[in-house]
């Protein structure tokens, strides 16, 4: 399994402002994944962050709102533009692994977020 | 539309009794991971299982896949307090993480 690390652990920021969000591996992975989860509530995936091209993102959710970089295979950030309450979260970021690429994630200790 | 779906949402429950998580849905699913998520942090894989009817063991913690690879459960023996947390269950339709879906979680409570 793959140790993941994020930063920060959890930040309240005023709204109208941007908080970027990093996700480090301690492996290569060929995909990282971005994931909400409102209070109470369970994942909701944002985008898929591939290294050399764009993200791609789930309904729902839009670049410009929440841009993702990918510059190596062991790194990515999210931002969460121009906050408001409703994005008050814990943000995970994840990685695939598993024997034979079996779809199985691991997570990241998550961003708790809240937006005053 | 919740693809995945947990029952019961919540549980309360007396140490050392027993206990079972029950995850479904009309789809069929590559793989079915079980994830306990405690306050404050990240979801944590507990089991993957992968082939219809499978059982594993963890422990005190039993998990099956159903025949049809459509359902799952979750089996606690003896619950202790450090059992407590959100249970949930994933579902892989193919080998990408872009089609997993993540049922809404079941919250138990172990009391001492």
């Known amino acids: 399994s793959a140790v993941i690390s994020q930063k920060p652990s959890r930040d309240i920021c005023q709204r109208g402002t941007s908080l970027t969000i990093q996700c480090q591996v301690d492996?290569?992975?060929?995909?990282m994944f971005w994931y909400r989860q409102q209070p109470g509530q369970s994942l909701t995936l944002i985008a898929t962050?591939?290294?050399?091209?764009?993200?791609?993102?789930e309904s729902g959710f839009v670049i410009d709102k929440f841009p993702i970089s990918r510059p190596n295979l062991t790194f990515s950030t999210l931002t969460v533009s121009n906050m408001s309450p409703e994005d008050s979260s814990i943000y995970l970021c994840?990685?695939?692994?598993?024997?034979?690429?079996?779809?199985?994630?691991?997570f990241g200790p998550g961003t708790r977020l809240t937006v005053l | 539309t919740q693809l995945l779906e947990q029952s019961p949402q919540f549980l309360s429950i007396q140490e050392g009794e027993n206990l079972t998580v029950y995850c479904n849905s009309s789809?069929?699913?590559?793989?079915l991971q079980w994830y306990r998520q405690e306050p404050g942090e990240g979801p944590v894989l507990l089991v993957t299982?992968?082939?219809?009817?499978e059982v594993k063991k963890l422990k005190r913690l039993t998990f099956q896949f159903g025949d049809a690879r459509k359902d799952s459960s979750l089996h606690i023996t003896a619950a202790q307090p450090g059992d407590t947390g959100l249970y949930l269950c994933?579902?892989?339709?193919?080998?990408?993480?872009?089609?997993?879906?993540f049922g809404p979680g079941t919250r138990l409570s172990v009391l001492p």
């Open positions: 994840s990685v695939e692994g598993g024997s034979n690429g079996r779809g199985t994630q691991y």
């Open positions: 492996s290569q992975v060929t995909m």
């Open positions: 994933a579902g892989a339709r193919g080998n990408y993480g872009q089609n997993f879906v």
């Open positions: 299982v992968v082939t219809g009817g």
């Open positions: 789809s069929v699913f590559s793989s």
């Open positions: 962050a591939n290294q050399g091209s764009e993200a791609t993102y």
